[in-house]
Every structure is written in C-alpha cells, then in structure tokens.
Nanobody
C-alpha cells in the first residue's frame, strides 16, 4: 500500500516562506511522478508542481511564475515544495499525490495516491 505523508504547513504573513515535505512509502517512490496540488475553499483542485523521481525533471503550473520550487531527495523518499513570497491568495490545503507516470495536472483521474493534505494560511 502506498502512503504519502505531508508536513510543513502553517501560518505565515504575506511575503513569508514555507517548505512542505512529502514522504512516499514503499518502492513506489523510485518509479513515480510526485505532485503537489492545492485546493482553496470553494475552489477546484489546482496543480502546483510535479517531479519525476527518476530524472528530477520539474514541471510547474502556469501560474506559479517562479515563486515555488519542487525538489526531491531520493535517499529519503521525499519530495519538497518550497513556497516563497507567499500571498494571501496562496491560502489553501496543499496535497501531495503520486502516480506511475507524469500525467498532466488536469488528469486527476489518473493519479492514484493522495496524502491527507497540509494547510497553508497566509495573512495579509
């Protein structure tokens, strides 16, 4: 069974930074694409970034514009998302997810494994 455990959420003022982490259990990590999505109240789930754990190739949502950085630590089965220059509109639940291939962010039905989420709150 594949498990994803997120950590690192919290409350910060606008302009602040946070680093989210996702640890992926089992051998699945070694051949996975790991995603970060977010969902604000009354909004749909939005793709933030994804990374191929084999090649390390990162892909970001079109709206990210350099404020967020995804990285991996294969020795720890961990994918991190560094959030910087945070804005109140970044307030959301952030979810880690994993799939066997790197599907487009819109292909939610193809992403099989999800974490419970970690809350990020940015105050103005």
């Amino acid at each position: 069974q594949v498990q994803l455990v997120e950590s690192g959420g919290g409350s910060v003022p606008a302009g602040g930074s946070l680093t989210l982490s996702c640890v992926v259990s089992s051998d699945f990590y070694s051949r996975a694409c790991v995603y970060w999505f977010r969902q604000a109240p009354e909004k749909g789930r939005e793709g933030v970034a994804r990374i191929n754990t084999v090649t390390g190739t990162p892909i970001y949502g079109d709206w990210v514009k350099g404020r967020f950085t995804i990285s991996r630590d294969n020795a720890k089965n961990k994918v991190s998302l560094q959030l910087s220059s945070l804005k109140p509109e970044d307030t959301a639940m952030y979810y880690c997810a994993a799939a066997d291939l790197c599907w487009e962010f819109s292909s939610l039905e193809r992403i099989d494994h999800w974490g419970q989420g970690t809350q990020v709150t940015v105050s103005s």
